[in-house]
């Protein structure tokens, strides 16, 4: 069987400092929590040793006609009686100590064994059946591109307010070991970015994931100037190619031209014209 239930797809907000795609899977059932439907036929838990501790395929014979005094037990010798439950993998599963009908030659009348009753809703079942608890590595997954992106699973659990409870969901999220987002663009490894309007640059930093490091060079934040792929102070002048200087005013580079102006009656008079390059 496959897991039941339709498939509902959210893609979270890009964050610059750290460039994670977080896709939220998100499997709705059925029963009235927004949750997974779980398997329960397939179900087992991630960590075969997690559910060590009690065997699935003993049975315990009861004599009693109300098997009032049949036991299921745990590995280290604890009886549970009839209807008792035994909880593993991490608050997960919870498994029931049942009884079925069986004239046995031994004269019981019962024979006690777990069942598998419910799946935790905080839980997450993958399609291949096993159970995570929350934040638990569903699945780690390389995709073998230039820019290193890893694809991890996790098991996270969000807020059910019809129920007032949690429901697991599974998040795919991808982190790339090699390049940074910018916005809807992947930049490689050592690319820098000047951003005059913060008066800063940010470079692209290897490592997983990768992530830009910002480096302010005007701690007051506003009027900075980006010329020849550099960035310029409000107040820095460069000289140009033809010999004027060329200055950073409020984010834009100017310069100042003198013209001479002739007036009736007057010697001539120096203005000074700013005009932006």
Request: glycine share 10%.
């Amino acid at each position: 069987d496959t897991l039941s239930g339709s498939l509902s797809f959210t893609i979270t907000s890009l964050i610059m400092q750290s460039p994670v795609i977080a896709v939220l899977l998100t499997i709705l059932g059925t029963s009235g929590t927004f949750g997974q439907v779980f398997n329960l036929s397939s179900a087992e838990c991630f960590n075969p040793k997690a559910v060590a501790a009690i065997n699935l395929f003993m049975e315990w014979s009861a004599f009693n006609e109300d098997a009032s005094d049949g036991y299921c037990y745990d590995n280290h010798g604890t009886g549970y009686e009839g209807g008792q439950n035994f909880i593993s993998c991490g608050g997960c599963l919870k498994f029931n100590c049942t009884s079925r009908p069986c004239d046995d030659r031994d004269g019981s009348k019962f024979k006690m064994f777990w069942v598998l009753e419910s799946v935790a809703t905080q839980c997450c079942q993958d399609c291949e059946g096993k159970i995570f608890p929350p934040n638990r590595v569903v699945s780690t997954t390389s995709l073998g591109d230039k820019c290193d992106t890893l694809e991890q699973a996790i098991c996270k659990t969000s807020s059910d307010l019809s129920s007032a409870g949690t429901v697991g969901t599974i998040e795919v999220s991808y982190t790339s070991g090699n390049c940074c987002l910018d916005e809807n663009t992947w930049s490689p490894a050592g690319t820098t970015i000047l951003e005059k309007d913060t008066c800063s640059a940010r470079t692209c930093m290897q490592g997983r994931p990768a992530q830009w490091d910002r480096q302010t060079k005007y701690q007051g934040g506003c009027g900075c100037c980006e010329y020849q792929s550099a960035l310029l102070l409000p107040g820095d002048c460069q000289t140009l190619l033809d010999g004027r200087q060329a200055c950073c005013c409020d984010g834009e580079m100017v310069v100042t031209v003198d013209q001479t102006a002739e007036k009736q009656s007057t010697p001539p008079m120096a203005k000074s014209i700013r005009t932006r390059m």
